[in-house]
């Protein structure tokens, strides 16, 4: 259509509407008016200017979603397709309100877009309906956050929950809502002047350390009510993130004091500076994190560990008792950290309780160190740290006393000492029927001698790490042999060389004898 200087698109009216294929050219013209603009509000956000582009295709989008709906009121279109095009219709006009701040537009046309669809959820199967249902729920956080700057207060905390149970918002909304949380957060602060811990009171005048503090009940209220692993594991993820900002902001105002912070003890009260004070509470906080963190992935390792010995499955990397044991390393290593801390040295009660913490996740190392042991077959090691963990859970006991409350929330070593009697007996039974085995010890599959291949052709043995990535085939490097300083020269072909025959050149001797010398007497000479 058109000249040979400028192209003239023919346009899809109703008359040519003989094939669906017509209305899916204008729906991709929406649909790349729209993807064009979710591109650019990525990039808007390190390039500002982009942001009149991005209303721009998106004003093209809605555009092309009105020549849709126009088309779709056609005889020749069923209901349900004139439906979903005016939802999609709808849909479009409330993100061009959205960006544009007209939020009690932009509510409107997404609560129209919303009932179309749960009202096609409830006309079709369940199979359809599955899909409208998820486009109601992606729906629904952009209405609530609109009612929520209309002036509806009740609706920032459905978005709340709503971010919790989705595992974090996408799209559109998601850096909308982190905004509007960081800004609720932030009035709320500037009523926060001091924070109380451990029965001192420490003045806290940095911003986002007021922000992190007042956002750290709900964090671990929305960890405690996360639904799977994943979500709680990301929640933890953001809280160590928010708090790793907030030290380094105290570390900042720490800095002009270098001198003071070296002297951080005052000479009447023997306390650490405030500002130091409140250092250490962040970094608890940070390093008590982490310890539930970890506790909280152990504890997802050990059902897998459970359900793994319950059904085996091949070609999978199952979790193995080194995975905990590296867990409860770190937990250990948090530990000492925590008691190190300055301000609380002379704190007892702290310093008790850090303690037998620590005792509670020895007794677990010691244990899945024992399992390790067991899988190996080494009974008398795994028997050994079985007592020993018997040892570190009865200390806990007897040392509990008044700090019950503070180990609450730790694994009961009550169930770890019944645990680990009914292991020792199953141990000891193993080890008694693996002793009299007489074939285990002989068999051609247990023979580890340590030589490579090349040195044991004529031996059979079933080695399995003929098959793997680890393969003995050689010694290498090869060892070394002495040789001497200087080598040794031998005329070696000497030996093969035949020589001519030299009797013709060699003079021969005079025979020698009686008859000689009478010759010799009487002049008779040959």
């Known amino acids: 259509m058109g000249n040979r200087h400028k192209f003239t698109g023919k346009k899809v009216t109703e008359e040519i509407l003989s094939d669906n294929r017509y209305l899916l050219l204008i729906l991709m013209d929406a649909e790349r008016a ?5 591109q650019l509000k990525q990039e808007a956000n390190t390039e500002p200017r982009k942001r009149f582009h991005l209303l721009s295709r998106l004003r093209k989008a809605v555009k092309h979603a009105e020549e849709l709906e126009r088309l779709c009121e056609s005889n020749r279109v069923d209901a349900k397709t004139k439906l979903e095009a005016q939802a999609y219709m709808a849909y479009l006009t409330g993100m061009l309100r959205f960006e544009h701040q007209e939020w009690k ?14 009202k096609l959820a409830n006309a079709f199967t369940e199979e359809q309906a599955v899909l409208y249902n998820q486009r109601v729920e992606e729906i629904s956080p952009n209405i609530r956050y609109c009612a929520y700057n209309i002036g509806d207060q009740s609706a920032m905390n459905e978005l709340m929950q709503m971010r919790l149970r989705s595992g974090g918002t996408e799209g559109l909304l998601a850096e909308k809502l982190e ?44 960890i405690a009510q996360a639904e799977n692993e994943e979500t ?24 002009p004091d270098q001198k003071q912070r070296e002297h951080s003890l005052e000479n009447d009260s023997g306390k650490v500076s405030n500002i130091q004070y409140l250092h250490s509470y962040l970094t608890y906080i940070k390093l008590s994190t982490a310890i539930k963190r970890n506790e909280s992935m152990a504890k997802s390792l050990q059902k897998a560990l459970l359900q793994q010995q319950r059904s085996d499955e091949d070609g999978k990397r199952t979790p193995r008792p080194q995975d905990l044991i590296r867990l409860y390393d770190i937990i250990l290593q948090n530990l000492v950290e925590l008691t190190q801390l300055p301000g609380l040295e002379e704190d007892k009660n ?19 160190i024992a399992q390790s042991y067991v899988l190996v077959k080494k009974w008398s090691e795994a028997l050994v740290l079985y007592e020993r963990v018997l040892k570190y859970a009865r200390e806990v006991q007897s040392g509990a006393g008044a700090h019950r409350n503070s180990l609450k929330e730790l694994p009961d070593v009550q169930d770890l000492i019944t645990q680990v009697n009914a292991e020792k007996y199953s141990l000891q039974a193993a080890a008694i029927l693996d002793a009299n085995d007489p074939h285990e010890s002989e068999s ?3 023979v580890k001698d ?8 004529e031996t059979f043995c079933l080695d399995p790490s003929l098959v793997s990535k680890q393969v003995n085939l050689v010694h290498f490097p090869p060892g070394f042999q002495p ?39 009487f002049g008779f000479k040959s």
């Open 444 to 446: 051609p599959s247990q």
């Open 232 to 255: 709680k594991e990301r929640l933890f993820e953001s809280l160590l993130s928010e708090c790793r900002d907030a030290i380094q902001a105290v570390r900042e105002e720490l800095k």
């Open 350 to 368: 702290f310093q008790k309780e850090i303690g037998l913490k620590t005792l509670v996740y020895k007794a677990y190392r010691c244990f899945f």
């Open 34 to 38: 729209w993807s064009y603009a979710m």
């Open 179 to 222: 905004a509007l949380i960081t800004q609720t957060r932030a009035k709320q602060a500037a009523t926060m002047s001091e924070v109380e811990w451990r029965g001192r009171t420490v003045p806290v005048k940095i911003d986002k350390v007021r922000i992190f503090l007042l956002g750290l009940a709900d964090n671990e209220a929305a």
């Open 105 to 118: 537009a932009a509510m409107e046309a997404f609560n129209k877009c919303k009932t179309i669809y749960e």
């Open 450 to 457: 340590g030589k490579p291949l090349s040195e044991r052709f």
């Open 483 to 521: 040789i001497p300083c200087k080598p040794l020269f031998f005329d070696l072909a000497l030996n093969h060389v035949a020589f001519p025959p030299l009797e013709d050149k060699v003079e021969q001797k005079a025979k020698s004898g009686l008859t000689g010398y009478i010759k010799g007497i």
